[in-house]
């Protein structure tokens, strides 16, 4: 799924003799499924992790996508926003968010909380923010 994207990254981390974050195990997934679903009342998108079973969370080149660890808290980081939106990544440009209205999501400005972009899909976004992260 993320595959492609993460390898092209990986590359140039290697370069730096640096990796990729391990993934996340299936006992970190449970416990912060069932956090992710106590906290903001939905289900936890499958895309998600999807990605945290490949790579538990990201940062390259000033892009993050939050990992089992710091998903939650870091929202707490952005209390004006998650009224609205649930953040899942972010680089100095931007957030990268699902709307909790009506499940779409996308990049939103920083620092007006405009809508710069709209993703179809989770896994159209964390794809986005990868290729960005080798771009930038």
Same mark, same amino acid.
């Given at each position: 799924?993320?595959?492609?994207?993460?390898?092209?990254?990986?590359?140039?981390?290697?370069?730096?003799?640096?990796?990729?974050?391990?993934?996340?195990?299936?006992?970190?997934?449970?416990?912060?499924?069932?956090?992710?679903?106590e906290?903001?009342?939905? !289900?936890?998108?499958?895309?998600?992790?999807?990605?945290? &079973?490949?790579? @538990?969370?990201? %940062?390259?080149?000033?892009?993050? =996508?939050?990992s089992c660890?710091?998903?939650?808290?870091?929202q707490?980081?952005?209390?004006?926003?998650?009224?609205?939106?649930?953040?899942?990544?972010?680089?100095?440009?931007?957030?990268?968010?699902?709307?909790?209205?009506?499940?779409?999501?996308? !990049?939103?400005?920083?620092?007006?909380?405009?809508?710069? &972009?709209?993703? @179809?899909?989770? %896994?159209?976004?964390?794809?986005? =923010?990868?290729?960005?992260?080798?771009?930038?």
């Amino acid at each position: 799924m993320y595959q492609m994207e993460l390898d092209a990254v990986k590359a140039i981390k290697k370069e730096y003799g640096e990796n990729l974050p391990p993934p996340a195990d299936e006992l970190e997934i449970k416990r912060f499924s069932e956090v992710f679903g106590e906290v903001f009342r939905i !289900e936890i998108p499958q895309e998600y992790l999807a990605f945290l &079973r490949l790579c @538990n969370g990201f %940062e390259f080149n000033g892009c993050i =996508i939050y990992s089992c660890q710091n998903m939650v808290e870091n929202q707490l980081d952005y209390d004006f926003l998650t009224d609205n939106y649930i953040v899942f990544a972010e680089y100095d440009m931007g957030w990268f968010c699902l709307e909790k209205s009506n499940g779409k999501y996308f !990049e939103l400005d920083r620092p007006s909380g405009e809508r710069v &972009r709209i993703f @179809n899909t989770l %896994e159209e976004m964390i794809k986005y =923010i990868l290729s960005l992260s080798v771009r930038l």
